[in-house]
């Protein structure tokens, strides 16, 4: 044996079926997560649309889920999941920033109904947090969610 190395595994495969479900695991996870938590998300924004104030509905009509690294404009208000440097899932949902096609207006107002604004007479209006309450409503669905998702991976890790 000019100085070579043999490596002979002695477990009769055992590294390599660890390996090949860490990988397997991996790749059920990311199908599991983006099924369950995406579902979750819709869920979200359809109670969003449910519970925001309606003078027009044009607010409502902007309520949408983006890519946490998606550029929206100045005009929006944006509520994640975590914060901003700990997106515990990557997608945050919107509102407003955008024309809309019923009355052809830019809704520019997301921020100002959701947090609370001094109006032009000078009262205060107060907060309708309707973004973070429609999360707050769905946080079950998340947590039963997150519990498919473990049980997907489970399974995966198991199966031969």
Known sequence: MNGSIVIIESDHGTKRKHRDAAIRTGEAVKKSSKKHLGAWWEHVAETAIAICPKETGA???TIRIEKVDTVVS??????????????????KIVVGGEIDMITGKDVNYGTFVHDGHI???????????????AIELD??????????????????????
């Open 119 to 133: 109006s032009t007479n000078g009262v205060w209006v107060e907060a309708q947090p309707f973004l973070e309450y």
């Open 59 to 61: 607010l409502s009509r």
């Open 74 to 91: 100045a005009d929006t208000k944006e509520v994640f999941v975590g914060d901003e440097k700990n997106v515990i899932i990557n997608q």
């Open 139 to 160: 946080s079950p669905l998340l947590d039963w969610a997150e519990k498919q998702i473990l049980e997907d991976m489970g399974r995966e890790w198991v199966k031969d």
